[in-house]
């Protein structure tokens, strides 16, 4: 699919039907996060691949209630090594969110492209996602997203329009 | 262009064309950051587009001396409004960075389906960026890049493999 239909047509899809994803589809989302451009190269991120019902179940009441995230086959669990990722000096600002972020938004194109639906999760308990997965402690949990087929086709939500998002030379 | 070349060819460009960007170039790549998800659909984001090229040579020492930053005709400053965006209760993360790491990744992928280099710039004085491009004091500058024909056609620095990017199940 074309880079542009991807971002034009790319959903958060509550709804999945329940067939298992096809190795190579899982495998096409996965290299593309691999890919993915981090602050100094320094990959600081983990994905955890949670197939197990059982497992998918327990993440629900740590997802806010959100039953659907489970419905999915699959719940990727987005993690960073915050003491690995790179630290601004002036401003002092860690890039693991921005790294896993980048890696994450890299997985729902990619998923788009191979006809799998994602929904950013950020309603999360981090603790509690930590101690069902085994993400250590000193580990930062960024963000989850259920991949499966996607059981509904819902519209993009309303954009802003571009000239409330963009400006010119200097800020207006 | 396919989704996964574009994942598989954008690179880190950091040396630029000295001409001016086709107007529906930059078009279709802001269009893209229009269209990207953010938490609860807020948006919390503004792109400051900078062409001036005596702005542009200001924002190099404010990004750590990187010259090839005002090569490019084009400078995409970007802030997100950190008291608009989605806060987590649990684990009180705010997903500004978060936001606009998405918006820039999408910026960064169309740019290459457009023929056009970015380099995502993490390293700079957040207080000397705004005092440039007027962004007020409690808007946060999370990521620059600049934006135009790349010169030169670098390789993509090595990556970890997948086995050490990559568990199933339970964290290992």
Known sequence: MEVMEAIRTRR?????????IPAEKLDTVLEAARLAPTACNYQPFKLVI???????RQLV??????????????????CAFEDQAYQRQAG??????????IVFDHITLAAVDQGLGTCWIGAFDEQA?????????????VALTPLGMPAEDPAMPPRKPIEELVCYEKWE
Request: aromatic share 6%; net charge negative; charged share 20%.
């Open 61 to 78: 009441p740590a997802c806010a209630g959100q039953a659907f995230v489970a419905e999915a086959p699959v719940i990727i669990v987005g």
């Open 12 to 20: 958060s899809v509550r709804q999945y039907a329940p067939e298992p």
């Open 129 to 141: 996602v930590r101690d069902i997965v085994g993400v250590p402690q000193d580990v930062r949990v």
């Open 92 to 101: 002092s600002m860690s890039s693991f969110a921005i790294d896993l972020s």
């Open 50 to 56: 949670v197939k197990d019902e059982a497992t998918r």
